[in-house]
């Protein structure tokens, strides 16, 4: 890891095309402003951790999971029904047919 020290206004650059800059600073925060490609992708630490918690299953492992309660008992629903209610709980209508059926 590389540890810089900073004043306010003054920058670093990355590479050719990401530039960060201080912008503010308090007794317990700085506040930076970061220029960069639309393409690269910018994320607070505490964001990444959170999101990899409420990751939804991959529809594959939410079948998996289907398979074990029809034999169980636990569910009577078709496996097309378990995989609508999949693309309908995530958000993702990708299993979806362009005629809207599925």
Not at 24 to 50: C, F, H, N, Q, Y
Not at 75 to 94: H, L, P, Q
Request: hydrophobic letters at 35%; a negative charge; charged letters at 35%.
């Amino acid at each position: 890891m590389l540890v810089l020290s900073r004043k306010r206004h003054e920058k670093l650059v990355i590479g050719d095309n990401i530039c960060i800059e201080v912008v503010r600073l308090s007794s317990d925060a700085v506040r930076l402003g970061i220029t960069a490609p639309d393409d690269v992708k910018i994320m607070r630490t505490e964001l990444i951790e959170k999101d990899a918690e409420e990751s939804p299953p991959s529809l594959a492992q939410w079948m998996e999971d289907y398979d074990d309660a029809v034999e169980s008992g636990q569910s009577r629903i078709s496996r097309e029904e378990a995989e609508k209610r999949y693309y309908k709980r995530f958000g993702n209508d990708m299993g979806r047919h362009q005629n809207g059926d599925w």
